[in-house]
């Protein structure tokens, strides 16, 4: 079974402030953007980051091929139970999804 | 009339190319612009005031900043100084400027903007119903105000511009919005507010919006229908994908950025190439809103100890969560019974780097590491606490066998003495907006001559 990290051309993650996290899966080809995009589904995408689906935000752009999902932060940027001061390492478990 | 910013980098600290920089001041600006800081390394930087960047590295970069600023005779702007933009970090900034100006033989006048605000005069706005909170944010009351260690208010383009209005060199600003200080002067100067907007957010991170995101300089220009945006590395390249594409870049909507006073909507903006480097951009739109600012808080959270062990031997390796729960549990009991605190008073974590580290619960992958790093973070009131904590948990960090009846283990400690005091820790405590009747009401400017004949005005 492939897993997203095979189909697109990378997948990033960054805060976008220290309350929410944005993350950017570009596809790199029309191809893998209409491949991408019905396969990636939001109750999916919601529990691989522990949050509720009616918080996740998506934005499907077909113009750079890119699927872009916001969301709150699972842990407030820097407080104690903070792991990833950055959020970057979070797009790792998209990129790692069976899609 | 058409106005140009250059943009040397996304941050100074981070870097430029001189040749770039050179290039750009040869085909010359309207004023400079540069960010200072910005909320992404964490809290510690708001609690403290402090830079995160190095001084030496700032000084060198805000020199080779003045001498093209006197080359142009253009302002220099700075915004969000000292990383976290409290007035402590933006009086840092001036000093270095005093020092540089005296060094140089400027005879400057540098304008400085204040974003610190009181506890009590945000909490006066709260109890008039005059601050709201964004999602998430955390709950809010006169109290949790007056514990906050540093509150700023993000500065938009107005209070940039009451700046530049005291006839600046340079100005430093404390909080501001990461294009407030590349829209200002445009703006004041009449180019189309979407443009203005819409530039400075592709321009606001220097040479990321290009194919050399390294490169550091670009060289935006507004007029009254669009804007231009150019890299002065010859290597790269600004194409309507790499432009477009930095809507993206830390933005929860890739559409609509929120400013005092407005928001920018760039649903309808059109990117065209004007060559094989650079890009035009119109369609952008502002939609003006009510006037307020965007609040930012660091409150102190306790002080931290940690200690790290290495766990080698196969059998522990392969029982490491078990092992650190037990680990956690035997210390919590042996904090309570023997230092006499109570669970609400301190907190001790072991997060297993080569299990889950970085993901925690959130880890999908499970293998079987040749080792696994044990780092344990305890939070107390006090760092005499947590040190006397970290104290208490050596051994058991050291030797905790898995079960009773086995030999102690040694796990690898990598230096010693095995724990380190890491000092205060804050964590961000406000994502509010507060209303303003006007621009200026919550910010200050001070006006001073710096220089060989240095006099305050």
């Given at each position: 079974m492939p897993v997203l990290r095979d189909i697109v051309r990378k997948v990033t993650a960054k805060n976008a402030g220290p309350f929410q996290v944005t993350i950017d899966v570009f596809c790199g080809t029309p191809e893998a953007f209409g491949r991408v995009v019905p396969a990636l589904r939001n109750d999916a995408v919601a529990a691989l980051f522990g949050?509720?689906?009616?918080?996740l935000r998506r934005f499907d752009i077909a113009d750079l091929h890119v699927v872009k999902f916001s969301m709150p932060?699972?842990?407030?940027?820097?407080?104690?139970?903070?792991?990833?001061?950055?959020?970057?390492?979070?797009a790792t478990l998209l990129e790692e999804l069976v899609i | 009339m058409t106005t140009t910013i250059l943009v040397p980098s996304g941050v100074l600290g981070l870097g430029f190319s001189q040749a770039a920089l050179d290039r750009g001041v040869a085909q010359g600006c309207d004023a400079i612009a540069i960010d200072g800081g910005s909320t992404d390394s964490g809290p510690h930087s708001l609690g403290t005031?402090?830079?995160?960047?190095?001084r030496a590295v700032c000084k060198a970069e805000w020199r080779a900043l003045m001498l093209a600023r006197a080359r142009l005779g253009v302002p220099l702007i700075i915004g969000t100084?000292?990383?976290?933009?409290t007035d402590s970090a933006v009086d840092w900034m001036y000093d270095i400027t005093a020092e540089l100006a005296a060094e140089l033989g400027q005879q400057v006048r540098v304008t400085r903007l204040y974003s610190g605000q009181s506890a009590e005069a945000v909490a006066d706005r709260l109890a008039a119903g005059r601050v709201s909170p964004l999602s998430p944010a955390p709950e809010i009351d006169a109290e949790r105000l007056r514990a906050m260690a540093h509150i700023v208010a993000l500065a938009g383009a107005e209070q940039v511009q009451a700046a530049l209005e005291t006839g600046a060199d340079i100005i430093i600003a404390g909080r501001t919005t990461d294009t407030a200080i590349i829209a200002a002067l445009p703006l004041a100067r009449g180019e189309h507010p979407g443009a203005c907007w819409h530039g400075a957010k592709i321009a606001e991170c220097g040479a990321l919006c290009s194919t050399h995101p390294g490169s550091g300089v670009i060289r935006v220009t507004f007029d009254q229908t669009g804007f231009e945006v150019e890299p002065m590395a010859p290597e790269a390249a600004c194409t309507p994908h790499t432009v477009s594409a930095h809507m993206l870049y830390e933005n929860s909507d890739p559409f609509r950025l929120f400013e005092p006073g407005g928001h920018l909507d760039v649903t309808r903006a059109r990117y065209h190439a004007l060559d094989a480097r650079r890009v035009r951009v119109e369609g952008s739109e502002w939609v003006p809103g009510p006037y307020s600012v965007k609040l930012e808080g660091a409150r102190l959270a306790g002080y931290q100890t940690m200690l790290l062990a290495i766990l080698r031997e196969a059998r522990y390796v392969a029982n490491a969560q078990s092992w650190a729960d037990k680990l956690v549990a035997t210390l919590g009991e042996r904090v309570s019974g023997?230092?006499?605190?109570?669970?609400?008073?301190f907190s001790i974590e072991i997060r297993l780097i080569g299990v889950n580290a970085a993901l925690g619960a959130l880890e999908t992958r499970a293998s079987q590491p040749a080792e696994v790093g044990a780092l344990c973070l305890i939070t107390a009131q006090t760092q005499d606490l947590a040190d006397e904590i970290g104290r208490l948990a050596n051994p058991y960090m050291l030797h905790m066998p898995l079960t009773e009846d086995e030999p102690l283990p040694t796990f690898a400690f990598p230096y010693s003495p095995a724990q380190t005091s890491r000092g205060a820790v804050f964590e961000f405590a406000l994502n509010h907006v507060m209303a303003l009747d006007s621009p200026m009401e919550a910010f200050r400017v001070q006006i001073s001559e710096v220089g060989p004949d240095a006099r305050v005005a």
């Open positions: 949050v509720e689906p009616g918080v932060r699972p842990v407030v940027q820097g407080s104690r139970g903070d792991r990833d001061m950055h959020g970057a390492q979070l | 005031g402090l830079s995160k960047y190095s100084a000292g990383t976290s933009g023997q230092l006499g605190l109570a669970p609400a008073d």
